[in-house]
Nanobody, 120 residues
Framework: QVQLVESGGGLVQAGGSLRLSCAASGSIFSISAMGWYRQAPGKERELVAAISSGGSTNYAEFVKGRFTISRDNAQNTVSLQMNTLEPEDTAVYYC??????????????WGQGTQVTVSS
């Protein structure tokens, strides 16, 4: 069994910062990609940022220069530093991890989601 536990969401004023963290635990053989998605009310879930096992990153255009994704392979964690937040960033943020619970099997897991609310 694999669990993803997210933390760090909350309420912040426009221009402020938040840091989200996600820790993976349980039956983990190896982790490949880790990332963050978000879903605003009435909208589809969308990719925010992703990071490969080698550290290569991919960002959505709307967060480039404001958000930074990082990971700690020893701790099986992924973080998202969000700066210069805008009201449009308000959404539920989900951690996503692609991992192998054992050799030869790859699965995709989602965190429970954490609310980020940016007030104007």
């Amino acid at each position: 069994q694999v669990q993803l536990v997210e933390s760090g969401g909350g309420l912040v004023q426009a221009g402020g910062s938040l840091r989200l963290s996600c820790a993976a635990s349980g039956s983990i053989f190896s982790i490949s990609a880790m990332g963050w998605y978000r879903q605003a009310p009435g909208k589809e879930r969308e990719l925010v940022a992703a990071i490969s096992s080698g550290g290569s990153t991919n960002y959505a255009e709307f967060v480039k220069g404001r958000f930074t994704i990082s990971r700690d392979n020893a701790q099986n964690t992924v973080s998202l530093q969000m700066n210069t937040l805008e009201p449009e960033d308000t959404a539920v943020y989900y951690c996503n991890v692609e991992l192998r619970p054992r050799a030869g099997i790859t699965k995709n897991y989602w965190g429970q989601g954490t609310q980020v609310t940016v007030s104007s």
